[in-house]
């Protein structure tokens, strides 16, 4: 079945360090994929996602490329914040299905 | 911006209780999800309500479990028999549509189970 790795937590920065959390899938088709943020205390928030291969998907300086050839959806920002601290959901929607599935959460902590 | 919301935010419920947890989709929204989070693993999937009933279930998804839209507003999620292992944060989502329309998450009901 479909299925998301994501590297391991938790991950440690600077603030203004670059970033990158690996996610990687497997399924069959053509899944849509997604970052999903969860803040401290909060919900499951849509960071940005891609529908098709090469897409880019892009938002609040974060960035993931939709990689068929190496099945990868990484997601990076070039200068992060304080504010970005919080865990990050990488996911996937297979072809015709309703269901994401997601990977198991990487925790993003930014020192000043 | 509209938003799912959830209630309770922590409910506690003693073991072989029913409990409800209860949902408002975002109001033009015609898809709806339950999902779980059980602390320190991943979020899975549950189940999927459209047109009235269930269009989609995961393995969890048992007969102790069921959905139910009782008005045009509510999606509610109840636990006939909680067990200890139910214990976990329940999101609920929703989406426009089933292709490329991103499902919004509500910020979840923490179960916990004694």
């Known amino acids: 079945g479909n299925s998301v790795t994501q590297m391991e937590g938790p991950v440690t920065l600077s603030e203004e360090a670059f970033l990158t959390i690996n996610c990687t899938y497997t399924a069959t088709g053509y899944p849509s994929l997604f970052w999903y943020v969860q803040y401290p205390g909060e919900g499951l928030q849509l960071l940005l996602k891609a529908t098709k291969a090469d897409d880019k998907g892009s938002n609040k300086g974060f960035e993931a490329t939709y990689r068929k050839e190496t099945t990868s959806f990484h997601l990076e920002k070039g200068s992060v914040q304080v504010s970005d601290s919080a865990v990050y959901f990488c996911?996937?929607?297979?072809?015709?299905?309703?269901?994401?599935?997601f990977g198991q959460g990487t925790r993003l902590t930014i020192n000043p | 911006e509209p938003e799912v919301t959830q209630t309770p935010s922590h409910q506690v419920t003693q073991m072989g209780q029913e409990v409800i947890l209860r949902c408002v989709p975002i109001s033009n929204h015609l898809y709806f999800y339950w999902y779980r989070q059980i602390l320190g693993q991943k979020v899975e999937f549950l189940v999927s309500f459209y047109n009235n009933e269930i269009s989609e279930k995961s393995e969890i998804f048992d007969d102790q479990f069921s959905v139910e839209r009782p008005d045009g507003s509510n999606f509610t999620l109840k636990i006939r028999s909680t067990k200890l292992e139910d214990s976990a944060m329940y999101f609920c989502a929703s989406s426009a549509d089933n292709s490329n329309q991103p499902q919004h998450f509500g910020d979840g009901t923490r179960l916990s189970i004694l």
């Open positions: 996911a996937l929607k297979g072809q015709g299905a309703q269901k994401l599935v």
